[in-house]
């Protein structure tokens, strides 16, 4: 990765609190199993190799899920690049989603089974001269976040 980052204090205010509860709420989850929101700001040439959610993945084994296991994403875009740039690429489903404010990903991490989903491997490809892209991980895991 890099991106900059920075964390948002879980529950530091009441609009916060709303969107854990929802983030929690759609998943069927309470508001504990929320992290901290991610904000990540990339500018020219900064992306996020392809990496999946649950852990590194590891050429013999697969993933080596670290726990706690992170079950679902939503990713979160804040402002709209220009067409092409800052795209988030899954290469084994061949999709590609690029920034538009208000745009969300939400995605499964993990196969019925509880394993890893391979599927969700990822990427954030690289931005332009210029151009600066902005968005929020929300990260729904399995255990309480309190």
């Not at 609190?17 to 309470?30: D, M, N, P």
């Not at 996020?48 to 080596?64: A, C, N, R, S, Y």
């Not at 709209?80 to 899954?90: D, I, N, S």
């Not at 954030?124 to 902005?134: C, D, L, Q, T």
Request: net charge neutral.
């Amino acid at each position: 990765r890099t991106s900059c980052f920075t964390w948002l204090a879980k529950q530091q205010d009441s609009v916060i609190q709303r969107i854990e509860a929802r983030a929690g709420e759609i998943l069927g989850y309470s508001d504990i199993n929320v992290e901290p929101f991610q904000l990540v700001r990339y500018t020219q040439g900064q992306m996020f190799k392809t990496h999946h959610d649950m852990g590194p993945i590891v050429d013999d084994e697969g993933i080596q899920i670290i726990p706690p296991r992170r079950l679902a994403t939503f990713f979160i875009y804040l402002n709209t690049t220009p067409r092409g740039q800052g795209c988030t690429e899954f290469p084994l489903l061949d999709t590609v989603v690029c920034p538009r404010r208000g745009r969300a990903l939400l995605f499964s991490n993990v196969e019925a089974s509880g394993e890893a989903d391979p599927l969700t491997v990822h990427r954030a490809n690289p931005v332009g001269a210029g151009v600066v892209k902005y968005g929020m991980n929300i990260w729904v895991n399995e255990k309480s976040m309190q």
